[in-house]
């Protein structure tokens, strides 16, 4: 194995595709279950390695990201972009893969999410 991590790190002929704040192809999807529904907000439960050797989470938690899935349309068809934009709520670090390589696991919700965490929330009105 060499120190640095292969070429091919890059997603431009992928299925799935990640953008975050940590830069272009920093993060290399490998796994990912969405969960949706009608009137529900949406889950995403994402395995992805990173080429730094160690994210902090202040780097990612909090921070939007965006993530696009090829689905096919059709037998014949080409494939079309389903994109998903939201916030990292959760990120667990996994081991390391290789030298310059670690995976890690995170949940992407939606900023609507963000209401869910309020509580004892009233409006007043015509008080003073």
């Known amino acids: 194995m060499t120190d640095q991590p292969s070429s091919d790190f890059i997603q431009a002929s ?14 290399l ?14 889950e995403i439960q994402l395995n992805v390695r990173a080429k730094k050797e160690s994210v902090k989470p202040e780097e990612l938690i909090g921070r939007l990201i965006d993530v696009s899935v090829e689905v096919q349309q ?3 068809g080409g494939g079309v972009r ?3 934009n939201g916030l990292v709520t959760d990120l667990h670090e996994g081991p390391p893969i290789t ?10 919700r ?18 003073t």
Do not use: H, N
């Not at 992928?14 to 993060?27: A, I, N, W």
């Not at 999807?29 to 949406?42: A, H, K, N, T």
């Open 29 to 42: 999807p490998e796994r990912m279950e969405i969960s949706e529904g009608v009137s529900q907000l949406f």
């Open 82 to 84: 389903r994109p998903f």
């Open 74 to 76: 059709g037998e014949d």
């Open 110 to 127: 939606p900023q609507m999410w963000l209401l869910s965490r309020r509580s004892d929330c009233r409006i007043w009105m015509d008080k």
């Open 14 to 27: 992928r299925v799935l595709k990640v953008k975050s704040p940590l830069g272009e192809d920093q993060l």
């Open 99 to 108: 030298r310059g390589l670690r995976s890690y696991a995170m949940t992407i």
